[in-house]
């Protein structure tokens, strides 16, 4: 159950990513940092840098710069000591 979780708030903040950087581009409604944020805290931090890579979003923010690695970080030792 946990992993069918972890993949589909992934997948949502992968999307989350590339959604906000297309309205960057087109001058419209963003998605507020605080919701990024909140999605990566509850499991998507994997997505988030994913999309940070593909979509070169939020690449030059050091709060996401740094926060985001270690909250991939502690969503692997999570899910790990999970399953041990």
Same mark, same amino acid.
């Not at 593909?54 to 996401?64: A, E, I, N």
């Given at each position: 159950?946990?992993?069918?979780?972890?993949?589909? %708030?992934?997948? %949502?903040? /992968? $999307? +989350?990513? =590339? =959604?906000?950087?297309?309205?960057?581009?087109?001058?419209? $409604?963003?998605? #507020?940092?605080?919701?990024? $944020?909140?999605?990566? %805290? !509850?499991?998507?931090?994997?997505? %988030? $840098?994913?999309?940070?890579? @593909? &979509?070169? =979003?939020?690449?030059? =923010? #050091?709060? /996401? @710069? !740094?926060?985001?690695?270690? +909250?991939?970080?502690?969503? /692997? &030792? !999570?899910?790990?000591?999970? /399953?041990?």
């Amino acid at each position: 159950m946990i992993y069918i979780y972890l993949v589909l %708030i992934n997948i %949502i903040a /992968f $999307w +989350l990513m =590339h =959604h906000d950087k297309e309205a960057a581009k087109a001058g419209k $409604w963003r998605t #507020p940092e605080r919701r990024l $944020w909140l999605v990566a %805290i !509850i499991g998507g931090a994997c997505g %988030i $840098w994913a999309g940070m890579a @593909q &979509f070169r =979003h939020k690449t030059k =923010h #050091p709060s /996401f @710069q !740094i926060g985001v690695p270690l +909250l991939v970080l502690a969503d /692997f &030792f !999570i899910v790990a000591r999970y /399953f041990i």
